[in-house]
């Protein structure tokens, strides 16, 4: 679910790319697609200004795979904490051990 920016919120985030259009480069990334950015910034007329201002010199990468994110997330699930101890049994060259 993505929640919408406050007015003020929008407004100020336009001041920011407005500041830095033709300064410098601005990384933007979203899991949105442009013709959905109005529900979040509430407004065609800001939404249409600030992607005018960020397609004018753009590198659009466009990404589909699986969430660098979510993997990390899995990875993590299925090691332990560390400073936890896990007893967990594992067979080593026909030997059961256990770790702590």
Same mark, same amino acid.
């Given at each position: 679910?993505?929640?919408?920016?406050?007015?003020? /919120? +929008? #407004?100020? %985030?336009?001041?920011v790319?407005s500041q !830095?259009y033709?300064?410098?480069a601005?990384?933007v990334?979203? &899991?949105?697609?442009f013709?959905?950015?109005?529900?979040?910034f /509430? +407004? #065609?007329? %800001?939404t249409g200004?600030?992607?005018? !201002?960020?397609?004018h010199?753009?590198?659009?990468?466009?990404? &589909?795979?699986?969430?660098?994110?979510?993997?990390?997330?899995?990875?993590?699930q299925?090691?332990p904490?560390?400073g936890q101890?896990?007893?967990?049994k594992?067979?080593?060259?026909?030997?059961?051990t256990?770790?702590?």
């Open positions: 679910m993505t929640k919408p920016f406050t007015a003020v /919120g +929008s #407004e100020l %985030l336009f001041e790319f !830095r033709e300064r410098g601005t990384l990334t979203s &899991n949105l697609p013709d959905e950015w109005t529900s979040i /509430g +407004s #065609e007329r %800001l200004a600030l992607l005018d !201002r960020l397609t010199h753009v590198h659009i990468l466009e990404m &589909n795979g699986e969430s660098y994110r979510l993997a990390t997330s899995k990875k993590a299925r090691r904490v560390q101890s896990q007893n967990t594992t067979q080593n060259e026909g030997d059961l256990t770790k702590t």
